[in-house]
C-alpha cells in the first residue's frame, strides 16, 4: 500500500516563502504516474494547485502560476512544492497526490495526511 508523507507547512508573512515535501513509502512495488498538490481552505472545495508525470509535465492553477514550481525527484518518489510570494489567500490545508499502478496492474490513487500552510498579513 502506498503512503504519502507530508512536510514542510507551517507560518510565514505574506511575501515569504515556503517549501513543501511529500515522500511515498519506498519500494519498487508500484509505479507513480502523477504527483500532485492539491488545497482546501476554510469552507471551499479542495482545489488543484500544481502537478507532474513521472516525465517531468507540470500543470500549475492560474493562481499560483509565475510563484509556485512543482518539481519532482522520481529515485526518491518525491514531490516538492517551492511557494514564493504567498499571499493570505494560499491559507490553506496542502494535500498530497499520487496516482500510479502497482506492478500487479491494479491502480491506486492516495493522498497525504495534508500539512497546514498558513499566510499572515
Known amino acids: 500500500q502506498v503512503q504519502l508523507v507530508e512536510s514542510g507547512g507551517g507560518l510565514v508573512q505574506a511575501g515569504g516563502s515556503l517549501r513543501l515535501s511529500c515522500t511515498a513509502s519506498p519500494g519498487s512495488m508500484f509505479s507513480i504516474n502523477v504527483m500532485g498538490w492539491y488545497r482546501q481552505a476554510p469552507g471551499k472545495q479542495r482545489e488543484l494547485v500544481a502537478a507532474?508525470?513521472?516525465?517531468?509535465?507540470?500543470n500549475h492553477a492560474d493562481s499560483v502560476k509565475g510563484r509556485f514550481t512543482i518539481s519532482r525527484d522520481n529515485a526518491k518518489n518525491t514531490v516538492y512544492l517551492q511557494m514564493n510570494s504567498l499571499k493570505p489567500e494560499d491559507t490553506a490545508v496542502y494535500y498530497c497526490?499520487?496516482?500510479?499502478?502497482?506492478?500487479?496492474?491494479?491502480?491506486?490513487?492516495?493522498w497525504g495526511q495534508g500539512t497546514l500552510v498558513t499566510v499572515s498579513s
Open positions: 497526490n499520487a496516482r500510479g499502478v502497482y506492478y500487479y496492474g491494479t491502480n491506486f490513487d492516495v
Open positions: 507532474i508525470t513521472s516525465g517531468g509535465s507540470t
